[in-house]
């Protein structure tokens, strides 16, 4: 891991993907983070997928490189040792709601210049999952094949939990945003991530809430082709399906070169009396270019094709299912993204991730595995709290601390 | 705006949605964010939706609360404005290629301590857009119809950029945790983060990754249900359809209690044999509940329906166009996210956004507007580099620095 966070320990009281993602991007890069579970596990714990021996693999690779405490978070005295945890730390992360025991007011009363960054539904304290803001935010019925009835075309849900793992990220940012001003100010701050507010504040930071507006009504629809320029999926002779776009006149001049459609684009432009000369009409008369590449798409080969775009230095990509994507060596085997895998508590052995940033110069080192549950409550309530091994016996003993879920 | 970042002055030197969404969390918390282009604009000036007098409404969301400076870039001599410039500010958000004139070495030359955040394409230095890296990943062949056969399923890709989003708010949280470590240590860093990574690190991270090779295949068809667990989409009597799910026992339980269908599932359940007592035997035996969920729905009108999910406090929404979401009074008008249109240069007036984050106690403040092309440019030289007037002046009389373009 790189250690740019080296020295930082933040406490994570965590569920399901938006909450972990940040505790896990600051884990990446060095910080020290302490994800702390009720003592059967927090309500992600058992997240499909599990292994045949019931370890979840969403779960293993969401908390990553992490530290583990489970006590009891249903009692006062479990709910007490998080809350000063916390407090000591200086830094949390959680989704757990403001009304609860760990609300930012009851914990900064022991420590005034806390920093608590907490995920939320929506702004108005409704729930919220990554499918409910996403319903909401239009994205769904703009997506699925551009020859549905736009009045009757059902929503197509994405695969990717996109706002959760936005929210996640926004979070890290907003985290050491919050620490930065504590550095230079001594002040702490409490802040307050919604996840429906991720959604529809970037449905306006990419301008498509002022173009519906603007509009008065909403785009057409689009099928696979991008928005504002020349792009779409085609599919050679031998039925490889690949993404292909153009968003600047250098990548089309390539693209046009590697279709070798110059003279047929030629006859198109005469025939409609335009210059497609511009992402704008390129854009407007697409469903003719489309045909043009998909014609000569049609006659080639993968093999062939995929030479002739990556002489040109094109931006194209194949389509994979996630199993092929997941063995695929230049995305993954050969991809120092990716580290040998460590001892997962899963026991099962694949590639792990290391921080999405490469950083000439410094280590990466091999990533390292997610605890088990409570592998580290013995070290972590000792080092933290200075509790004895008595102390700590006596918790577990009484069941409001428990130690690693190993065996 | 915030002023967590208050202080803090970066230089943006950037195009499209990625890199501008870095310096745009920024800004929106307080830092000086200097946006540098080309004297006619960057490549994505002129992105889609333009209005009739050709502003993007697509950059001015992207740039909002940023200074903008504006030379040739492609001269020497603006060039040479724009290292000085990153060398001074010591902290630099690029999508400009490592080796251009703008590689981090070059800058660094200048100043040992810069901090420089540069998004790439993939981590082999092929070229990739948003469009591109998903195709790769796996998802678009995830989405779409449950009842599409698995062999011949077109892939769905997404409206939502969502690997330019996500790498915009981890670039951001990369920049301040390297400027981090340079506050305690000094040192400056070069940070790349590709956007192909961050697509492959996340299917990694959530899971999936692990998943597929534990199957040794990829997973089963899920159309708009939610993964090991209850979810899916419903349509009203009255043809509203709306997104459910229950991830726990308190959602499952108000779920059937809204639904009214606690007898109907006993029903279920004695037929099958089996307890639908957790989130796996409900996504088991999903098609069986679904059909007594959507008829239970065909049932009941909207107001109704929704009004018994909110009395339970249950997770629900309703399915909005974007257009509609654009002028949901819940969503936009009265969300405290949004506030009044400032004056946007393209005169068109609308809901601005805010920071994702809510920070109670601090001062959120107005939005504010995206600049003009140029708009600090006679600022920026001034203050940044202690160009006089006179030499100001001659750089715009010699088309080396450009002025407001708001006429």
Chains 1, 2 share one sequence.
Not at 85 to 111: D, Q
Not at 351 to 362: D, V
Not at 388 to 407: E, F, K, N, P
Request: aromatic residues 8%; hydrophobic residues 45%; glycine residues 10%.
């Amino acid at each position: 891991m790189y250690q740019l966070l080296h020295g930082l320990s933040i406490i994570e009281a965590s569920s399901f993907v938006a909450s972990p993602t940040a505790g896990l991007y600051c884990a990446q890069m060095g910080a020290e983070v302490i994800r702390v579970d009720h003592k059967t596990g927090g309500l992600d714990y058992d997240r499909s997928l599990l292994t045949a021996e019931g370890r979840s693999l969403a779960w293993e690779n969401l908390n990553r490189a992490k530290k583990s405490v489970a006590i009891d978070l249903r009692s006062d005295e479990g709910r007490e040792l998080l809350v000063e945890l916390a407090a000591r730390a200086g830094n949390l992360i959680t989704n757990l709601p403001e009304r609860s025991f760990l609300g930012h007011a009851a914990v900064a009363e022991r420590r005034p210049d806390l920093v608590s960054v907490r995920i939320m539904g929506w702004h108005d304290g409704r729930q919220a999952m990554d499918f409910t803001v996403n319903a909401a935010s239009g994205y769904p019925l703009m997506c699925g094949p551009e020859e549905w009835d736009p009045a009757t075309a059902p929503p197509v849900n994405q695969a990717l939990p996109a706002w959760d793992f936005l929210t996640g990220a926004y979070c890290a940012f907003a985290l050491l945003a919050a620490i930065r001003h504590r550095d230079l100010t001594g002040e702490g701050s409490e802040v307050r991530v919604p996840l429906g507010d991720v959604a529809m504040g970037t449905v306006a930071n990419s301008g498509s809430m002022a173009e519906m507006l603007y509009r008065g009504a909403d785009r057409e629809r689009l099928g696979n082709s991008v928005w504002g320029a020349f792009g779409r999926d085609f599919v050679s002779r031998d039925g490889v399906r690949f993404m292909v776009a153009a968003l600047t006149e250098k990548q089309w001049s390539g693209l046009v070169a590697a279709f070798a459609l110059a003279d047929d684009i030629a006859a198109l432009e005469a025939e409609l009396g335009v210059r497609l000369d511009g992402d704008l009409p390129r854009f407007d008369h697409r469903h003719g270019l489309f045909a043009l590449f998909q014609g000569r798409a049609g006659t080639l080969a993968w093999h062939d094709l995929s030479a002739r775009l990556a002489a040109e230095g094109r931006t194209f990509e194949r389509y994979r299912t996630m199993y092929e994507a997941a063995r695929d060596p230049q995305l993954v085997t050969n991809n120092p993204l990716f580290g040998p895998s460590p001892a997962n508590p899963s026991g099962f052995a694949y590639p792990a991730a290391r921080s999405f940033a490469n950083i000439p110069g410094r280590t990466a080192g091999d990533p390292r595995p997610a605890p088990y549950l409570g592998e580290h409550t013995e070290e972590v309530l000792a080092e933290r709290l200075g509790l004895t091994q008595a102390a700590i016996g006596d918790l577990v003993q009484r069941g409001v601390a428990r130690l690693s879920d190993r065996d």
